[in-house]
Nanobody, 122 residues
């Protein structure tokens, strides 16, 4: 069974920084894309950033130049470094992982973490 666990959220002042982590565990054969999404109250969940196993990353326009996604393939972990945070970045941040199991290496499954709250406020 696969587990996806996020950590690193919290309360930060505008202009501050936070680093989120997302760790996937279980009988994993390979992980393709790892991504970060966010959802604020009353809004739809939106893609923040995603990174492939080869390290190619893409970002939402609203976070380009402020957020950086990275991953450690040996640890099945992705990170989201968030700098110059703004109040509009306040949301629950979810990790999304596309992976295959050792028992079915050619089938991709998508898993979500439970979410971590990020609040940007003075």
């Amino acid at each position: 069974q696969v587990q996806v666990v996020e950590s690193g959220g919290g309360l930060v002042q505008p202009g501050g920084s936070l680093r989120l982590s997302c760790a996937a565990s279980g009988s994993i054969f390979s992980i393709n894309t790892m991504g970060w999404y966010r959802q604020a109250p009353g809004n739809q969940r939106e893609l923040v950033a995603a990174i492939t196993s080869g390290g190619s990353a893409n970002y939402a326009d609203s976070v380009k130049g402020r957020f950086t996604i990275s991953r450690d393939n040996n640890k099945n972990t992705a990170y989201l470094q968030m700098n110059s945070l703004k109040p509009e970045d306040t949301a629950t941040y979810y990790c999304n992982v596309d992976l295959s199991w050792k028992t079915s290496p050619h089938i991709q499954y998508r898993y979500w973490g439970q979410g971590t709250q990020v609040t940007v406020s003075s």
